[in-house]
């Protein structure tokens, strides 16, 4: 079973930056859209930024700008990079394939504070 590590996440104040990464234990990203979802506290889990297989990015439009997504799949690895991150960027980070999700890791937890 594969399974995902989110890290990088951290408290910050308004206006900082924080790169994400997830790690996956298999090659289970190598030719697949991939994704960062997040979960506001109290909220329901929503897609944030993917990458399709043929390399095309997309960002919802409140992180457009302020997000860099990228893939690395030689080692199995996503990144999220983060800039002038608001208290509404607060959430759980997590990665997963876009299309045919595996099991969800732990996340990474973002506080940012204004």
């Known amino acids: 079973q594969v399974q995902l590590v989110e890290s990088g996440g951290g408290s910050v104040q308004a206006g900082e930056s924080l790169k994400l990464s997830c790690v996956a234990s298999a090659g289970v990203f190598t030719g697949r859209a991939v994704a960062w979802y997040r979960q506001p506290p109290g909220q329901e889990r929503e897609l944030v930024a993917s990458?399709?297989?043929?390399?095309?990015?997309f960002y919802v439009p409140s992180v457009s700008g302020r997000f860099t997504m990228s893939r690395d799949d030689a080692k199995r690895t996503l990144y999220l990079e983060m800039t002038n991150l608001k208290p509404e960027d607060t959430a759980v980070y997590y990665c997963?394939?876009?299309?045919?999700?595996?099991?969800w890791g732990p996340g990474t937890q973002v506080a940012v504070s204004s």
């Open positions: 997963n394939l876009r299309y045919f999700e595996q099991p």
């Open positions: 990458i399709s297989r043929t390399s095309q990015e």
